[in-house]
């Protein structure tokens, strides 16, 4: 797995193209400088599953149950940061605002690199969007991956990505949370992206025992708390 941690400035590349998604092309090291940048100039560094379970482990040491709040924090600012370089490079590759253009299109730009990094594949349920949420599912957490299965939701990291990036996409504050997890025995990791008062209504259901159908359910039924 990688994780992009700095964005230098790279040199314009002969040849731009958007359908790259080898590894090959996708991440391209510097030998000499020991350094990983990928295609759109992000500096990488590999990390082993046993950085994240320590990374984990080692916030529960320190800060019990808040590691959650920790990581969801973290995840947060990663994906303001990253809207704000993802933009820059998609306007750049695509000559257009990211604002005009297809929804699912710009998502999946977006979200490509992670999965050639290492963070899984996703699909985006938007069929709710008018009612002000949506489900985004992840195949092969790279959190839920190598951490187990341990009874509980433990990727924090990603629903503050979410909250972040959607968050700037939007213009509007959103918030996230984690409805359904590997680590709990699920096929995949299920979150809920919407406004806090839906975000709030999940968190308080879960905690009671409902299930990620049951707050489905809910939600579409215009259930929420006030």
């Known amino acids: 797995m990688t994780v992009a941690v700095d964005r230098p400035n790279s040199a314009t590349r002969a040849k731009r193209k958007n359908n790259h998604y080898s590894l090959q092309d996708f991440l391209q090291p ?31 040491d320190e800060v019990g149950d808040a590691s959650a709040a920790v990581m969801y924090s973290i995840g947060c600012e990663w994906g303001l940061q990253d809207a704000l370089f993802f933009t820059k490079w998609f306007e750049r590759d695509f000559g257009r605002s990211i604002r005009q253009t297809n929804l699912p299109f710009l998502l999946e730009t977006w979200w490509w690199p992670f999965t050639s990094q290492g963070w899984g594949r996703w699909q985006v349920d938007m069929s709710d969007r008018k009612q002000g949420f949506m489900f985004i599912s992840v195949f092969d957490s790279a959190v839920a991956r190598s951490l187990g299965d341990v009874g509980k939701p433990v990727c924090h990291l990603y629903a503050g990505l979410f909250s972040g990036f959607f968050t700037h996409l939007v213009n509007k504050e959103l918030e996230c949370i984690e409805i359904q997890c590997y680590s ?14 839906r975000i709030d209504a999940a968190s308080f259901w879960l905690n009671e025992g409902a299930t990620t159908r049951d707050i489905e359910g809910r939600l579409r039924n215009g259930e929420f708390l006030k």
């Open 184 to 197: 709990m025995g699920e096929n995949y990791c299920k979150f809920l992206l919407g406004g806090k008062n």
């Open 30 to 60: 510097d030998l000499e400088k020991g350094i990983i940048e990928d295609w759109n100039g992000a500096r990488n560094i590999l990390t082993s599953e046993d950085f994240i379970i320590g990374l984990q482990e080692g916030l529960e």
